[in-house]
C-alpha cells in the first residue's frame, strides 16, 4: 500500500483510445484556451486556458485542495512559472476560470517524456488535476482531462498515463482510462 499526502493505494492508468467523446474537447490541435460553457444560459462561462503568472494566488489555492501545498513567494511562483515556460508545449498546466469571480476552479498538467523505445516515442503525463470543491459535478474535471490528452495527442505520444487514489477511478474510467499494473514512490523529504 502507498500512501502520498493521506491518499492511499495510488493506481497508474492509461488512456485508452477509444474512450467516451463526453470526456474530450472536440478540438485535437490544442489553442490557448477552449471555450467551455456550462450547460445552464444563466450560469458562468468557463474557460480551459493555460496557466497565467497572474494566477498565482487562486491557483495556489486550489493546489491546497489536492496536496500538501506550502505557501509559495511570488518570488518562487514566477521563478517557477519561467522555469516551466522555457519548456513550451512540453509541459503544460491548464486552468479552468469563473470568469464572474476570476477564481481558477479546475486545473491539470501534462509533461511530455521523451523515450528511445517505441521509435523514440513520446509519453504524456497528467498530473496534479483537481476541481474546487465548490465547482464538482459540472464535467470540468472532464474537460480539464480531455485538453490534457488532446494535448498529448497533439504532440505526438503514443499513450498517456496518470496516477490516482482508489476513489477516483471511476471517473478516470470513465474519461477512458483503465487500470495497469501499480505505482511504487521513494520520497525523499
Keep these: 500500500m502507498v500512501v502520498r499526502h493521506g ?7 492509461i488512456r485508452i483510445p477509444h474512450a467516451s467523446p463526453d470526456c474530450f ?3 485535437i490541435s490544442v489553442p490557448r484556451s477552449c471555450s467551455c460553457s456550462n450547460p445552464s444560459t444563466e450560469g458562468p462561462k468557463l474557460q480551459v486556458r493555460r496557466l497565467e503568472i497572474s494566477d498565482k494566488s487562486s491557483f495556489i489555492e486550489l493546489l491546497q485542495q489536492l496536496t500538501v501545498c506550502d505557501s509559495v513567494s ?7 512559472f519561467q522555469e516551466l515556460s522555457i519548456l513550451g508545449d512540453d509541459h503544460v498546466i491548464c486552468v479552468i476560470e469563473d ?5 481558477i476552479i479546475a486545473t491539470g498538467s501534462v509533461f511530455i517524456e521523451k523515450k528511445f523505445i517505441r521509435n523514440c516515442g513520446k509519453v504524456g503525463h497528467i498530473e496534479d488535476v483537481v476541481v474546487d470543491s465548490n465547482a464538482r459535478g459540472m464535467q470540468l474535471g472532464k474537460k480539464i482531462i480531455g485538453f490534457l490528452t488532446d494535448h498529448a495527442r497533439s504532440m505526438g505520444c503514443y499513450k498517456v498515463i496518470l496516477d490516482c487514489s482508489t476513489d477516483n477511478k471511476t471517473f478516470y474510467e470513465k474519461c477512458g482510462f483503465k487500470q495497469k499494473e501499480i505505482q511504487m514512490v521513494m520520497y525523499f523529504t
Design 25 to 27: 474537447i472536440k478540438s
Design 99 to 103: 470568469d464572474r469571480s476570476g477564481k
Design 7 to 13: 491518499r492511499v493505494s495510488l493506481l497508474r492508468a
Design 74 to 80: 511570488d518570488k518562487e511562483f514566477e521563478d517557477r
